[in-house]
């Protein structure tokens, strides 16, 4: 075995041990990574644990000032869920194997699907701000996190990505919905690795190529979720339109960001339930 995945392999299965010892034997079914809009969503977990990040071997230190992130171990609703309130992004500098090493512990602790949510700017013209939108598939302009040696424990060297954002989970989404009165659209994220909002010609490019919406996240941890064979589901909270000529009120995206937290905490929540 190469000296670079060894080295990856062994980050995953000490950090992984690590966290076993902290919560004994409670074995989370579901991961959630809570990305804009889902703080709600935090604090309807009945905790079991915490684990502030820089308690956590091999997590790099967070470069956004004030957001300590940390892992909440708990249950919603009669269910056992690790929940990550804040990620790593690419932009702030970390390598794709920092960026995803939270969802591969999270594969090590044994969940059994993937739940993340993230805010993105539309570029379909057809969505307004506030919206969620169930992401049905991605378009990944951020180096792939699966690039070097292949860590056969964990999956294939060429992962399969049809049914990325699983089927059966955006059908259970869409009947939820319409028991709960919540609009939904649907689309493609195209991830791409900001830190820049795009330009109005990279919106019309992202919007030719097939996107709905633009982001910095996500893509990277769908990727080696689905390279472990790992269900996800994912929603967006739509907080900018990337093609109007209308330069976005600030106060308004926040309120409109707080309205849909709170139809996608209620979403995410019945989705757990019936896991
Ligand atoms: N582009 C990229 N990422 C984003 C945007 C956007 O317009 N809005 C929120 N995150």
New binding site residues.
Partial sequence: MSEVKTKMMDQIVQTAAFIRERIGDFAPEAGVILGTGLGDFADKITAKVIIPYEEIPGFPRSTVQGHAGRMIFGEIEGRSVVAMQGRFHYYEGYTMSQVTLPVRVMGQLGIKSLFVS????GINTSFRVGDLMIITDHINLMPNPLIGPNLDELGPRFPDMHNCYDKDLIARATRIAEEEGIKLQYGVYVG?T?PT??TQAE?RYFKAIGGDT???STVPEVIVARHMSIPVFGVSVI??C?LSDEVGDHEDVQLQGRKAGIRMEKLFRRMIQEL
Avoid: L, Q
């Fill in positions: 993230n805010a993105s700017g791409g900001g909002f795009e919106y633009a982001g910095m907080t900018n990337g």
